[in-house]
């Protein structure tokens, strides 16, 4: 039997793979539209729904950023409202380890498990930095180096609570009168980031913990990942680094004890159907379009070049100034935390090898496209990517909120059934059944 | 804003696992080993709609259930265990239409940015039918579970004690900040801020998006929310007071307040202390509406019914609320009488779930209809609404 290929629907984002100004785009904050990329997903059997979270609003040049997508629900409380318009699909929340404490964090994880009869997974995102810092009781507290040591041990001190129950603690016999089994909820954990002790108020949810997700993608992250997540939202979409990738994090996994089915490797991509492939190319770059307008393609280019180029032609050639590399004029943005003056370099020399204006240039270097093609085509090259090594399912990034996963559930997903690769039906009702992976191991009282 | 009948009585109902009365999980008509699904929530928020109530309340709190105030009492005959309070509210957003979801939560060790994003998307995923119970978490052993703050011991039965009446002060004092951060937040983005202009490429009006720089003694908060205005704008805000400083809280803070009073004078009296409290802290605009909580056995068989549930549990119910245990007809009488101090509506906590809560829908609704004080459909839109507060104007509107 070939490999099986999951997949994961990620609600369209506040950057500018996002496009709002096509006549088909609804609203990014309305429950309807939530609802009904999760059902479409549903639909078509994927495995899980993913949100990602915003803790800040991004700026550039000390101003809100007002090109893209701006705005969205916090997450876990949008996906606690789906899991009442859905019965199987995933329920994925992106939550941040820094600004959150793990007792409130883990509650909130295992009612979702609860209330969603076993669909919730936890995406553990890391973001630090002082800029988000600002709308916490502790702001920016934790150096860079720090983020992933709080991040493990926030993770570790919430499985321990969700360990504090046992499976059977509710006992409810009217009879003998014991409602509850003695010691439920009894923790004490004393480490470098937490001392904390008492009772945890929640038991323990019907997958016992959520599904872990983990997007870093340095040594450090890879290395988290490899001990301690079930899923990797990877980032890694060209099939050779995919591959590359994809063995390096899996080779990690025995000096943890884990075999290589225990992790799941799903990138994020973006794909673009046609009637023919041609179609598919004309509709592609005209989404491509779409995603940079003049004014975002300025943006881009202003955060590269740490300059203001407001008066710069986005229809002429890239500026003949270099970046500032002390001037960081994008606030909130991971793809610019990086070696601007290098990017620059790059950027420049595609420019010139290609003779591109600057918006085809921002359109050339920044454009996520993965899959172009007709259903057929893509369903194939999806099969490839998986059967291959490159990955074990997608996380699919429509462009279009909330119908840009309708022709896909409708055109694709059959063809990947009728090749074998995708269930037809769900086997069970828990994501960890959907993703095939083993309840983790209750740790014994006794040990 | 004037659908609002003066005449009738707002009526909620205060959900909380099996019951209000400890041994109520034990009652034939109970369903203890589902109080963790979501097939039993939303059963009872089904039952409290087709009640045609006001609004239905979520408990919370950051640890376990006890009988004893001060900490855990280890005792496992009773309910123990509760699911985080505002998802449990969101997750039954989309199976109901008309009713008020209020989750409680506390204020105390929580991030007031998260709860008020966790507020405000409730309001969107209801359509306008949220609203929030602000409450503070005042135990040293409930901070022991969070570690980043040491609270002192507080003397439980003495609570104007020297000591004990100034740190419930200050926590009162802490809490009011987070409610005006969670305020400023959920007015930090103006109506109609989303403008998707193509012609300017700009999604948003980012002039009508603002910082709220709230600068407190125990946080600061920058904003803007991450999340846009909600279909309320300000989902209502209650508060639970039983004395002097949360009166305070609750008329700087609050939309309605519950309290407990014992007797139709008792609530003219809290009604007074209310009022007063208002002017003392400079109240303006809509004044607060006054709920009185009552925990309720309803049927001919109540009182015994209490009683069985009593002796199951070795001691007689202690409520901050009273007990009344008797017909819909009785308990009618109570909320007419008592209107008639001037009390605008009603939390009845239930004894027995879902028991007491068929005896308000089927028998003390429609008795309420009967004397005319009791709405036959649900008329408005969004939770506000209901209580003829008008949808309020972004308070950053005015200056830009």
Redesign the interface.
């Known amino acids: 039997m070939p490999k099986q290929i999951h997949l994961a629907a990620h609600f369209p984002g506040v950057n500018n793979t996002t496009v ?2 096509d006549p088909n ?1 609804g609203s990014q ?3 309807a539209s939530f ?1 009904h990329l999760a059902r479409t997903a549903e639909r078509g059997r994927f495995d899980f729904f993913f949100l990602a979270e ?4 991004r700026e550039r040049k000390g ?2 950023h ?9 997450s ?3 996906l ?6 859905t019965e199987r699909l995933g329920l994925a929340a992106t939550v941040n380890s820094t ?3 793990p ?2 964090l883990a ?2 994880l295992a ?2 498990d ?4 076993g669909r919730a997974a936890w995406n553990v995102v890391t973001s630090w930095d002082a800029f988000t810092g ?4 502790r ?1 920016g507290y934790l150096d860079e180096a720090d983020r992933y040591a709080r991040a493990r041990e926030t993770l570790q001190t919430a499985r321990e609570l969700w360990d504090s ?1 046992t499976d059977d ?2 006992v ?1 016999d ?1 009879e003998s ?6 010691g ?2 009894e923790f004490r954990h004393r480490g470098e980031q ?10 323990r949810g019907p997958q016992g913990h959520p599904v872990i997700i983990q997007a870093g993608d340095s040594e450090e992250g890879r290395e988290f990942a490899a001990s301690d997540a079930d899923v990797i939202f990877s980032r890694h979409s060209r099939l050779e680094e995919a591959r590359t990738f994809y063995k390096d994090v899996k080779s990690r996994l025995a000096k943890y004890g884990r075999a290589e089915d225990d992790l799941k490797i799903l990138p994020a991509v973006t794909f673009v159907l046609g009637a023919t492939e041609e179609e598919a190319a004309e509709r592609a770059a005209a989404i491509r379009t779409a995603q940079v ?4 393609a300025l943006a881009f280019l202003e955060s590269v070049w740490g300059r203001d180029l407001s008066d710069h032609d986005p229809d002429g050639p890239l500026p003949a100034a270099d970046p500032d590399p002390d001037e960081k004029l994008a606030k909130g943005w991971a793809r610019f935390n990086t070696d601007r003056a290098a990017l620059a370099r790059q950027w420049r020399k595609v420019a010139e090898e290609k003779n591109l204006t600057t918006r085809e240039l921002v359109i050339e270097v920044t454009s996520r496209q993965t899959f172009v093609g007709t259903p057929a085509a893509v369903a194939a090259q999806l099969d490839e990517f998986v059967q291959t090594g490159g990955s074990d399912g997608f996380i699919l990034a429509p462009h279009l909120t909330p119908g840009g996963l309708d022709d896909f559930v409708d055109e694709v997903v059959p063809l990947l059934q009728e090749r074998g690769v995708f269930r037809t039906e769900y086997t069970g009702p828990t994501l960890r059944d959907h993703l095939g992976l083993a309840a983790p191991r209750f740790p014994r009282k006794d040990a | 804003m004037t659908t609002v009948h003066r005449d009738h009585v707002h009526l909620a109902v205060a959900l909380d696992g099996a019951g209000w009365h400890p041994a109520a999980w034990r009652e034939a008509s109970a369903r203890p080993a589902e109080l963790f699904s979501a097939r039993y929530w939303s059963d009872l928020v089904a039952e409290a709609e087709r009640g045609l109530l006001d609004l239905v309340t979520f408990e919370d709190l950051l640890g376990q259930q006890s009988s004893r105030l001060e900490g855990p009492d280890g005792r496992t005959d009773q309910v123990r265990g509760r699911l985080d309070a505002v998802l449990l509210a969101a997750r039954l957003a989309t199976v109901t239409s008309h009713i008020g979801l209020v989750p409680a939560t506390s204020v105390t060790h929580t991030e007031p940015f998260h709860v008020g994003a966790g507020i405000a998307s409730l309001d969107h995923a209801t359509n306008g039918r949220a609203g929030w119970r602000p409450q503070i978490t005042a135990w040293p052993h409930l901070a022991a579970h969070f570690g980043r703050r040491t609270l002192p011991d507080l003397d439980v039965h003495h609570l104007q004690a020297p000591g004990t009446r100034e740190t419930v002060a200050e926590l009162f004092a802490e809490a009011a900040d987070a409610v005006e951060v969670v305020r400023r937040l959920w007015d930090s983005w103006e109506d109609g801020a989303e403008i998707r202009d193509a012609a300017t490429g700009r999604f948003i009006d980012r002039d009508k998006l603002h910082y709220i720089d709230f600068q407190g003694a125990h946080f600061s908060v920058r904003g803007p929310s991450i999340t846009p205005r909600s279909p309320q704008g300000q989902p209502l805000v209650t508060a639970l007071a039983h004395d002097r400083v949360p009166y305070e809280f609750a008329a700087r803070s609050a939309d309605v307040v519950y309290t407990t009073p014992h007797s139709r004078a008792d609530a003219a009296a809290i009604i007074a202390e209310v009022e007063e409290a208002a002017v003392t802290v400079g109240r303006t605009g809509e004044p607060l509406r006054v709920f009185a909580d009552l925990l309720v056995f309803v049927g001919a068989d109540a009182a015994a019914r209490k009683e069985r549930l009593d002796e199951l549990d070795g001691a007689p119910l202690a409520s901050d609320a009273l007990i009344v245990a008797g017909t819909a007809a009785e308990l009618a009488d109570l909320i007419e009488d008592w209107r008639g101090a001037g009390v605008d509506g009603f939390r009845l906590r239930p004894g027995g779930l879902p028991h007491d809560l068929a005896g308000i829908t089927g028998d003390l609704v429609p008795e309420l209809q009967r004397r005319g004080i009791f709405r036959t459909a649900y008329a408005e839109a969004t939770l506000r609404e209901r209580f003829g507060l008008a949808r309020p104007a972004s308070r950053y509107a005015a200056a830009s």
Request: net charge negative; hydrophobic share 45%.
């Open positions: 709002w100004s785009a904050i309305d429950i609802v915003g803790l800040r609003l101003l809100i007002d090109l893209d997508v701006v705005g969205r629900p916090e876990l409380t949008v606690a409202a789906l899991a009442g318009a600004f959150n404490e007792y409130e509650r909130r009612t979702l609860h209330l969603s009869d600002e709308n916490f009781r702001g129950w603690a509710i409810a009217r009168g014991e409602f509850v089994r003695p439920q909820g937490f001392d904390i002790s008492g009772l945890f108020s929640t038991p307008s003049p004014q975002t």
